[in-house]
């Protein structure tokens, strides 16, 4: 018997609304609960019966709707990270979390070393090497902790203290990086852009790199400022390497990874939840870590482990597996970065034309495909702003307390439609204040 939203089905009997018992409406509940349970309804004792929440019509099949997908419920959301994911990936993880491919379980209730986890976090690695063309001589590591935990991790692992390493600082993450690095190595900031408030990237050539250092560190796009590097530098030194940290760009386009000796990240901007932080780090540099490194930063552990030293992540790499695959099926990362310069050049275009009225601070050269800050003329105006555009289900548009400002994240699984949508509403929005 079919009931509504706000009703449940004890028995076979409609029942009215338990106050005490008040579930949110749902347009799409997986849940249901079919354990006897015993209810009390105005002091009257009811015999066990099956309770179950009834939803509206739409249902999943083999991960995919057979309806609407429900998009009209859900914003467009501009966040820096947790961040948007696809939506065909929610879906598929939707269907399969009560109970995964009928394994009996969830995703969440699976030792990280049965048979079934295996099969997903080695299918995770597989597709991640298709789609970066990693080659085999490197190692990919899913780790927990961030990438700011790979701050200390890397000097660590890779140079011993009275080593020098060479950054390049072009925002604030770059600039975390370097003083956590001094507890482990010495460091040499050999540019900053910190005095033009982060919004170039420097000339490669003009760089004075350190003739002996262990490596060279950057990080490939700044999340908060919008700068992202379009090409990479060389390391002057022979038997030295460059280490990139590419949170908010992974994956976000095609990257020669024989280019890097490690290129890491935190996985919730572009390729999954909070949770996962993935390194690819070229194996011979494996197994050097300094006496004082902790075992759960220790490279050598969670390569010669897997990365099943302990319990890792699991959903979160599941979630990351589904990325991939869906990465996959849209034709790559050069399918991936088409659509991502097609987004942001309908952004960037509408900031330009506004004639000032909207301002990008960032150098055009090297702004960010991914994180997109952006000021008013009329500084008064971006309370309003940003509170307009949630009205109209355009969500997290703040810009980092840091700086101020907006700043719209436009990862691979920001649609087109949201970007379209954001655009329109800044040209309205000139309209009427300008």
């Known amino acids: 018997m079919a009931a509504s939203t706000n009703s449940f089905l004890v028995g076979n009997n409609t029942t009215q609304m338990i106050p005490a018992f008040k579930p949110k409406s749902t347009s799409q509940s997986l849940l249901h609960l079919t354990k006897p349970n015993t209810f009390h ?13 009834v939803s509206s019509p739409t249902q999943i099949q083999d991960g995919a709707r057979s309806a609407p997908t429900g998009s009209q419920d859900r914003v467009f959301n501009f966040a820096a990270g947790p961040a948007t994911l696809p939506e065909n990936v929610l879906l598929k993880a939707q269907a399969d979390l009560y109970n995964w491919r009928g394994s009996g379980m969830s995703v969440m209730e699976m030792s990280h070393r049965g048979k079934e986890f295996l099969s997903i976090i080695q299918k995770a690695e597989s597709d991640l090497r298709h ?31 009275e080593d020098t390493v060479d950054f390049v600082v072009t925002g604030s993450w770059g600039d975390k990086a370097v003083k956590e690095a001094k507890k482990y190595c010495k460091t040499n900031v050999i540019w900053s852009g910190k005095s033009d408030k982060y919004t170039k990237v420097p000339s490669f050539e003009g760089l004075e790199q350190s003739p002996d250092a262990k490596y060279l560190h950057i990080c490939a796009n700044e ?32 990257v020669d990874v024989s280019k890097f000796g490690v290129i890491y990240g935190g996985a919730q901007k572009n390729v999954g939840p909070s949770g996962v932080t993935i390194v690819i780090i070229r194996k011979d540099l494996i197994g050097n870590a300094q006496e004082i490194t902790p075992v759960m930063l220790d490279y050598k552990i969670h390569d010669e482990n897997s990365s099943l030293y302990n319990t890792p ?14 990465l996959l099926e ?10 991502n310069v097609k987004k942001a050049d309908l952004l960037y275009n509408a900031i330009e034309e506004s004639k000032g009225f909207f301002k990008c601070p960032v150098e055009k050269s090297v702004r960010s495909l991914m994180n997109v800050p952006f000021t008013l003329e009329k500084s008064e105006l971006e309370g309003e702003f940003i509170k307009e555009a949630a009205k109209e289900k355009m969500v997290q548009l703040k810009g980092h307390r840091s700086v101020g400002g907006m700043r719209a994240s436009i990862y691979n699984a920001m649609p087109l439609a949201g970007v379209e949508k954001l655009v329109a509403f800044m040209k309205d929005f000139q309209a009427k204040h300008a």
């Open 41 to 53: 309804l105005a002091g009257q004792k009811t015999k066990p019966a099956s309770v179950r929440c």
């Open 131 to 161: 789609l970066l063309e990693i080659p085999s001589e490197y190692s990919v590591l899913f780790l927990q902790g961030g990438a700011t935990t790979q701050f200390a991790g890397l000097p660590l692992n890779l140079c011993k203290p």
């Open 223 to 254: 999340t908060i400022h919008g700068v992202e590097f379009k090409d990479y530098p060389v390391v002057r030194n022979p038997n030295g390497f460059l280490v990139a940290d590419m949170s908010s760009n992974f994956c976000s386009k095609p």
């Open 313 to 326: 992540p699991c959903f979160g790499i599941y979630m990351c597996g589904l990325v991939f695959e869906d």
């Open 330 to 339: 849209q034709g790559g990362l050069k399918e991936v970065e088409r659509k």
